[in-house]
């Protein structure tokens, strides 16, 4: 499946990996936590004990009228809007785009 992942002080890049609960914990280095976005419908998740472990910061998102409304830490990972029953998609370029112009970097 098509996504995209994001490292402190890294750039975003595409990657194709299987959603599974596995590959998701391994690349966030951890348990998973939902990152928040009211811009788009994209799915993101990070490592739910990032802040407590002290991972590095990686951006912040922002609130629809811009203000800052959490510091994001660690690895990132982001797919395409669930499906119906709950599961990953591919992420678009068009969602990439838009969902990353939401995001500001550290």
Same mark, same amino acid.
């Given at each position: 499946m098509l996504a995209a992942i994001k490292q402190p002080g890294g750039i975003w890049r595409c990657l194709?990996?299987?959603p599974t609960l596995d590959n998701i914990r391994e690349t966030v280095g951890g348990d998973i936590e939902l990152v928040p976005n009211l811009h788009t419908k994209a799915i993101m998740y990070c490592n739910e004990n #990032?802040?407590?472990s002290g991972l590095e910061p990686n951006f912040f998102v922002t609130n629809p009228d811009g203000t800052v409304?959490?510091?994001i830490v660690g690895t990132v990972i982001m797919f395409g809007p669930s499906? #119906?029953?709950g599961n990953e998609t591919?992420?678009?370029s068009e969602l990439f785009n838009k969902?990353?112009?939401s995001v500001?970097?550290?």
């Open positions: 194709d990996i299987k #990032g802040k407590i409304m959490d510091c499906d #119906g029953e591919d992420l678009t969902t990353t112009a500001k970097d550290v």
